[in-house]
């Protein structure tokens, strides 16, 4: 992203969220996607630009699969006694908003996103509450550890990492700095999402989404196969508990399943800390 600014990709995916939450609430009820947008700002069709009507509906159905993915698996963990929930790269994320769930939540991301969020939920008069804990913090500057540590964060108790489309945007790095933070956490659990490299798929779809993202200051510089992000999350120390591509996710959830299954693109994962 430009520094000064808030991050266009977070505006575009929080248009597409809001757009597709009301085409199929039956993979996600979000009705604060649209609300949190009460300003004019860049729209989700300028991550849209060369792609084929029915990839990028597809590709909005997996951006509500993922959060319902999240949504679902933090649930879970809160039934089970955890009550701490980071959520990095939180952009227009509703998730806090929306929670019926008594735990601590603590939204990371750079300092301009965050102050140009703040700013639109004072206009959609969406209140505040006190379980938020704004970590503002830029990945290629400073540590998860030293921010979240500042913000309050026990890590003697367990906590739910949630980073969707993050990681394909940190440099090498940066991503080691965070898998390693998130999965040395003892109890920690963590969804995230990766994307296999561009020449992996036979469409050019992949290619054109990462052309798009480029375009806006914020290229994609950490792509993996399955196998190279499962080898990656076991380096850690960490354990893989689940993996499903788009299409297997967005299937699970009621969308589109008239698309043949195909293992390149984005992936979801959920799993723990050492």
Known sequence: MRTGRPSDTAAAIAHIRAK?????????????????LCE????????????????????GQYILARSRFADDRLAAAVARGVDQVVIL???LDTTAYRSSHHVRFFEVDHPDTQIWKRQLLAEAAIPLPDIVTFVPID??????????AKAGLDRNRSAVYIALGVTVYLTRPALDDMLGYILDHHGGEAVLDY???PHHSDADDLHTRAESTARLGEPW??????????????????????????????????????????AAGPHVVHCSGR
Do not use: N
Not at 20 to 36: M, S, T, W
Not at 233 to 260: I, K, N, W
């Open 20 to 36: 597709y939450a009301k085409l199929h609430p039956e993979i996600l009820a979000d009705p604060l996607a649209d609300r949190i």
């Open 40 to 59: 004019p700002v860049l729209d989700h069709t300028v991550l849209d630009r060369g792609l084929a009507p029915d990839v990028a509906h597809r590709r």
């Open 195 to 197: 994307f296999y490299p």
């Open 139 to 148: 990945f290629e500057q400073a540590t998860l550890a030293g921010e979240l």
């Open 89 to 91: 790269g939180a952009g």
């Open 221 to 262: 510089r950490s792509c993996f196969t399955a196998d190279e992000f499962h080898h990656l999350v076991q380096s850690f120390g960490g354990q893989l508990l689940e993996d499903h591509s788009a299409s297997e996710l967005v299937a699970t959830y009621g969308g589109r399943t008239d698309v043949p299954p195909t």
